[in-house]
């Protein structure tokens, strides 16, 4: 398999960049996740960003404290439907990130050449934040940049701790839950996006 190459994966050419966040229902951390990249990313961002679910009903709106603590954070809710994750998301991502490393086996299963850009999404915070900022220097281009980085993020997968690469589910608890998990998604995606929405050049 070390010879099979995923072009989805490594193709700098085709236009746009798209980033896939998993779930286990895709109405409270993929949801999150999907809306507050949106948010950071700004409308111009050619940067497409979407969310599934592993055991996903289509459809269902964000759950109610997923809304609410989403409008808090800045992000927004409406238009949201969720999806039930298939092979050809998996396939059309360049970037797919999980809430937990059950939801990456899952995606992955559905495509195993997708494993070499799949992650969880703190497991990428962590790897985001030990890639220097010189090696996306030479990237205008925010897709170019976006597959250098998850290139980078690879490259250091094994040599960078992560402590808590899943995200606890905070679906049917309490505000808190919600809170909690809200902040986890927003502190592991902060580097990330900071990388993909501005150019590392100041």
């Known amino acids: 398999m070390e010879g099979t190459r995923d072009t989805r994966a490594v193709s700098e050419t085709r236009p746009g960049f798209h980033i896939l966040f998993v779930?286990?229902?895709?109405?409270?951390?993929s949801a999150l996740a999907e809306r507050l990249t949106l948010s950071a990313l700004g409308s111009g961002s050619p940067l497409l960003v979407t969310s599934a679910g592993t055991h996903a009903e289509p459809g269902r709106p964000m759950a109610e404290r997923a809304r609410r603590v989403l409008v808090r954070l800045g992000g927004n809710?409406?238009?949201?439907?969720?999806r039930p994750l298939t092979?050809?998301?998996v396939?059309?991502?360049d970037l797919v990130l999980t809430a937990s490393s059950e939801h990456r086996a899952e995606a992955v299963a559905l495509h195993p050449l997708a494993?070499?850009?799949?992650?969880?999404?703190?497991?990428?915070g962590a790897l985001a934040r030990a890639v220097p900022a010189e090696s996306l220097v030479r990237h205008?281009?925010?897709v170019r940049r976006a597959h250098a980085l998850v290139a980078e993020a690879r490259a250091?997968?094994?040599?960078?701790?992560?402590?808590?690469?899943?995200?606890?589910?905070?679906?049917g608890g309490s505000r808190r839950g919600y809170r909690a998990a809200a902040r986890r998604i927003s502190e592991?995606?902060?580097?990330?996006?900071?990388?993909l929405s501005h150019s590392p050049v100041s």
């Open 115 to 124: 494993a070499t850009r799949t992650f969880t999404i703190a497991e990428f």
């Open 77 to 82: 809710p409406e238009g949201f439907a969720s």
């Open 87 to 89: 092979s050809a998301m």
């Open 156 to 171: 250091l997968r094994g040599l960078v701790r992560v402590d808590q690469p899943d995200i606890a589910d905070p679906y």
């Open 140 to 142: 205008q281009d925010p």
């Open 188 to 195: 592991s995606l902060a580097v990330p996006l900071k990388l």
């Open 91 to 93: 396939v059309d991502a």
């Open 23 to 29: 779930c286990t229902g895709n109405i409270c951390r």
